[in-house]
């Protein structure tokens, strides 16, 4: 009995100087391919999937421009009876296509059930929760993890043979399928195992990309017709990741738009007039200006300049500046020097601000250390640039940067490990003197020297390429530097 099966099955073909080992290449954010009848004489008739209606036309080089077929690009089919829908605008046409399926709830769960070698299983979780967000944020859906029992999407990591005849063809080629609502196994998500799954760098296969595009099919969206999209079925990488209009467009189509939470109404503080004369026109300029410090306090990103610092929320998604900031720093920290040369937050949540020779620590909002001297932390230095929790919990460290050099911190036994430093020559890319660090939500890290800033990457040790940037274009949306 024929199939009626409707499977997305992405097909990524990587292909690099050596594409029978199908590794990466680095360049321009992209990965070349070869036509899968180079790789393997059965390969596409091994891979590509049955459909109700007949035969499909893939892809070829008779109907595409020869760089667009040597592009890597999602397997799925492009069906020309699926239903497309067009919207005009004044000066552009957006399209989406759709594969005719939706989940008929909008608060949805998914459990991963096994996890790539290459990354641990927390920070799997953080690029998951990080692919559902582009979704959840423009739509009423809802995403959470489970751990037991049934889920509607279910994330495997599986080689070769695993059960859907749909097998995986070990590192390169295959990379991921997944399959539409309203199919017998609506909800699945497989990625391969053996591929060199990494996170915001060139050195493999980006799986944050790879998951926002197969959320999008599994939520039952077909490749879309515009180039740059999630939904285009070539692969590229691009960061910060972003859902184009023409996403936006077609998961809002099947879901619906996200509701508006108005804000409350702003409730008036007792003499909190005092705040207005702190935050005045002789503000620094966050375009215009470097910064002393910098530090990820309770998941959000502090920039401190003079005495101010700037508030900014989600710095891991749709970052946005506090309003009411700059603002004096003694507004949060009573007590705190009036400029600090480095901070950082603790496992246990207490903030570490530095100045000169000496350093404070707050609970919160509390005071509860300091000043003391650096020289009892073991430094024998008699100030510091910056300061970097760097490490996964609970073994991470702290990193002090000076001139150069640097120090390791243990925050268990409360010293540095030599008070001999270590040469900046380690941190491959990084100029020697940083005027402030710190580590974002996916894990990396970022150097910030003057107005510019470098981000680095935790696996291979080195500044990614395309840095340094500007701090005031990428973290306060200016205009130009």
């Given at each position: ?5 409707v ?14 080992l ?13 036509p ?5 004489p ?5 891979a ?5 209606q ?8 008779s ?20 239903k ?13 296509v ?31 929760r990080?692919?559902?967000k ?36 070990g ?23 053996d ?13 944050l ?10 939520l ?30 077609g ?5 619906g738009?996200k ?8 409730t008036?503080a ?21 910064f002393d410090?910098?530090?990820m ?30 603002a ?12 600090i040369?480095a ?56 990193y ?16 540095v490990?030599?008070?001999?430093p ?9 100029p ?6 710190f580590?974002?939500?996916h ?9 510019q800033?470098?981000?680095?990457d ?10 340094p940037?500007?701090?005031g274009?990428?973290f ?6």
């Open positions: 009995m024929r199939t009626s099966l499977v997305c099955f992405c097909v990524f073909a990587l292909q690099c100087f050596q594409s029978m199908g590794a990466p290449v680095r360049g321009a954010g992209r990965y070349k391919a070869a899968a009848s180079e790789k393997s059965d390969l596409k008739k091994r590509k999937p049955p459909h109700p007949g035969s499909v036309k893939e892809a070829s080089p109907t595409n421009a020869s760089n667009t077929w040597n592009r890597p690009r999602c397997g799925v089919p492009d069906f020309p009876n699926q497309e829908l067009q919207y005009r605008g004044r000066h552009r046409q957006r399209r989406f759709l594969h005719g399926g939706r989940f008929d709830k909008k608060d949805l769960t998914y459990k991963i059930e096994r996890f790539p070698w290459q990354m641990d299983e927390e920070k799997v979780r953080r690029v998951i990080e692919a559902v582009i979704w959840s944020d423009v739509t009423p859906l809802t995403f959470t993890e489970v751990h037991r029992g049934i889920a509607d999407i279910r994330i495997d990591f599986s080689s070769y043979w695993h059960g859907d005849n749909l097998p995986f063809d590192p390169g080629g295959i990379l991921a399928h997944a399959f539409f609502p309203k199919t017998h196994r609506q909800g699945d998500i497989h990625f391969d195992y591929e060199s799954w990494t996170l915001g760098n060139y050195m493999g296969t980006d799986l990309q790879v998951a926002a595009h197969e959320f999008g099919h599994v039952g969206l077909q490749h879309s017709r515009k180039s740059k999209t999630i939904m285009s079925a070539y692969y590229s990488f691009s960061y910060p990741l972003r859902l184009s209009e023409d996403d936006k467009l998961i809002q189509y099947l879901y738009v509701p508006q939470v108005l804000p409350p109404p702003p008036p007792p003499r909190a007039l005092v705040l207005k004369t702190e935050t005045n026109e002789l503000n620094p300029d966050a375009c215009q200006t470097d410090a910098v530090s306090i309770r998941g959000e990103l502090f920039f401190f300049k003079s005495g101010y610092v700037w508030r900014i929320r989600d710095p891991g998604g749709s970052a946005r500046l506090e309003s009411g900031y700059p004096l720093a003694s507004r949060h920290w009573k007590g705190i020097p009036t400029k040369d901070a950082f937050e603790d496992k246990s949540g207490n903030i570490w601000f530095f100045q000169d020779d000496n350093y404070w620590v707050f609970d919160a909002e509390m005071h509860i250390r300091g000043p003391e001297s650096i020289r009892s932390l073991g430094l024998s230095t008699s100030s510091i640039q910056a300061a970097l929790r760097w490490g996964h919990d609970p073994n991470y460290s702290i002090f940067f000076k001139s150069g050099s640097y120090w390791r911190f243990s925050p268990h036994e409360n010293r490990e030599s008070p001999q270590r040469s900046m020559q380690y941190w491959t890319g990084i020697e003197d940083v005027d402030a660090a580590r974002d939500t894990g990396f890290a970022h150097f910030i020297r003057g107005r800033y470098w981000k680095f935790p696996v291979a040790m080195n500044s990614l390429e395309g840095y940037r500007y701090v274009m990428d306060f949306g200016c205009r130009n530097e």
